[in-house]
């Protein structure tokens, strides 16, 4: 049993040590921070705007202050961002008579915010910042399917033969010669959805005379009338005018001929035919005018192996000068553009267009004489001209493994992507079934071109059309994953900014199509704000 001597002073000690505890925490006691709590007891800050965006874009956060569920108008509250390790004050905001109050925030990165005040601090927000676009470093042009016009060019420059172009860039094919019949093909010139409702038809000299679809004559003139095409219910209908006057009158028809002196149709002094809306202007064939659709659709009918060669706009003509060294590749382009028309010619008409071709690059781009009678114009038709064997009645042609007729698509430039150059298998770019004279090649001749401007270029894919593609909410990085042998991209993969990830495979042309690029040689991906 303990004395009690040995009692006494613990317990005084006791009372010395809780003596000396108060003391010290007095201040802390009357100060009411004992307890130190993260909000006065009552004081609230609600906040709210978590929310993804783009660097360039700002957002708006909002913040509620109440004291015990009432609204504390005119109060300072401070916005703060976590940076560096630790909160830092952006700036201020004064609350309105409802407690809130906003502050717009434009983060380059991602950044988390809160709201404080003395007696009380609001949950943290994130503002997550994706790139509002990516950069991606691209080069070649067209579609990669064929002959490359560029590198047509310079293995032209190089001493190559037509002949020796059209074999390499068709492996498997032979350059043969075909029977010229001198039969026409029809080419649309005008009628597609956004052309115009009425046009006018004009010619430079010389006279011309309308005539209905049994080769009746309905009007005639000179340079000095014009004729006015509408189109109804019924068929087209022809207003002739001289000076603003209208001369003659023409009541609805199927279809109008148009026809002029110094073509095949009629002999007599040479002018050329413009057609209000089209981008070319005619010198040889004639204009059929009918109304398949909703407008005046108007054909001009030439020969194929001249005049109409002579109006393709598809390659300088000033490659073929003796200065520039590329006659052979505009050889070269007039037999694979033969190609192209003998077989859309086969196939016959297109009820569409009441027409075997169109004038632009949905065929093959015709202006008829703007391109012939343009720029070094005499040194295309030479190039023409240099493809046919007048005195035997043959034109040069591509024939594919079988013997046919091959198919001859061609674009401007190769380009590359990643390890990868080159042309494109049909297959890869058009998801057609493979042909053996169109499959892919390397191609050093394209970037070897003197002026080629498709050695390099910069396309944007912005995060809207991100989002679209890929059918995501907000995409947080993207890349090519895969690539065909041509370089062209084949797959890319996206993640959100909820992990969710989409990985899309297309064909080269489709990737084209889809992004907007001259082409679909993709190298590297770069995110931007």
């Not at 006018?200 to 049994?214: F, K, N, Q, V």
């Not at 010619?345 to 009441?354: H, I, Q, V």
Request: charged share 15%; with cysteine; net charge positive.
């Amino acid at each position: 049993m303990p004395s009690l001597t040995s009692v006494a002073p613990r317990a005084a000690l006791a009372r010395t040590v809780a003596s000396v505890l108060a003391l010290l925490l007095a201040p802390f006691i009357t100060s009411g921070l004992s307890v130190a709590p993260a909000a006065a007891a009552g004081y609230t800050l609600t906040a709210s705007g978590t929310s993804t965006t783009t660097a360039s874009v700002s957002k708006t956060l909002s913040v509620v202050y109440r004291y015990n569920g009432a609204p504390r108008a005119n109060a300072t509250v401070s916005l703060q961002k976590y940076s560096g390790g630790s909160w830092v004050r952006v700036r201020s905001v004064i609350t309105g008579s409802t407690g809130r109050a906003t502050a717009s925030v434009k983060p380059s990165v991602t950044t988390k915010y809160r709201f404080k005040t003395t007696r009380a601090t609001s949950a943290t927000l994130t503002v997550t910042v994706v790139p509002g676009s990516w950069s991606i470093a691209g080069s070649g042009n067209g579609h990669g399917v064929g002959m490359s016009q560029y590198g047509a060019y310079q293995m032209s420059r190089d001493g190559k033969s037509a002949a020796d172009i059209l074999r390499y860039y068709y492996q498997g094919a032979t350059v043969s010669t075909a029977p010229n019949p001198r039969t026409s093909i029809d080419v649309q010139v005008l009628g597609r959805s956004a052309d115009p409702a009425t046009t006018t038809l004009s010619l430079s000299a010389g006279s011309w005379r309308l005539l209905d679809g049994a080769g009746s004559q309905l009007a005639t003139g000179t340079s000095a009338r014009k004729i006015t095409i509408s189109r109804t219910t019924a068929g087209v209908t022809a207003k002739v005018t001289e000076n603003g006057t209208v001369r003659q009158t023409i009541g609805a028809r199927p279809a109008f001929y148009l026809e002029w002196t110094g073509t095949s149709y009629w002999a007599g002094s040479a002018g050329t035919v413009t057609v209000s809306g089209a981008q070319g202007s005619y010198r040889h064939g004639r204009l059929r005018i009918s109304s398949p659709n909703a407008r005046p659709n108007v054909v001009n009918q030439v020969v194929i192996n001249d005049e109409y060669l002579y109006g393709i706009e598809e390659m300088p003509s000033l490659w073929g000068t003796s200065s520039f060294g590329g006659a052979a590749a505009l050889q070269a382009q007039a037999i694979v553009a033969r190609n192209y028309a003998i077989l859309d010619k086969t196939e016959g008409l297109k009820a569409s267009c009441d027409c075997h071709l169109y004038d632009d690059t949905s065929s093959q781009n015709y202006t008829g004489w703007k391109k012939e009678g343009g720029e070094a114009g005499a040194t295309w038709r030479a190039a023409v001209d240099a493809t046919r064997q007048d005195s035997a009645s043959t034109v040069t042609v591509v024939r594919n493994a079988s013997g046919g007729i091959a198919e001859t698509p061609y674009f401007a430039s190769s380009g590359r992507g990643g390890i990868f150059s080159g042309t494109a298998n049909n297959r890869d770019a058009f998801g057609t079934a493979a042909q053996s004279h169109l499959a892919h090649v390397a191609d050093p001749y394209s970037a070897r071109a003197p002026s080629n401007p498709n050695t390099s270029w910069t396309g944007t894919l912005t995060q809207k059309k991100a989002k679209s593609v890929f059918q995501l909410g907000w995409v947080k990085s993207l890349k090519v994953t895969a690539r065909y042998s041509s370089g062209q991209i084949k797959t890319m993969q996206a993640v959100s900014t909820q992990g969710t990830t989409r990985t899309l495979t297309k064909t080269a042309e489709g990737w084209r199509t889809t992004l907007g690029f001259r082409g679909s040689w993709a190298d590297t991906v770069t995110a931007r704000k």
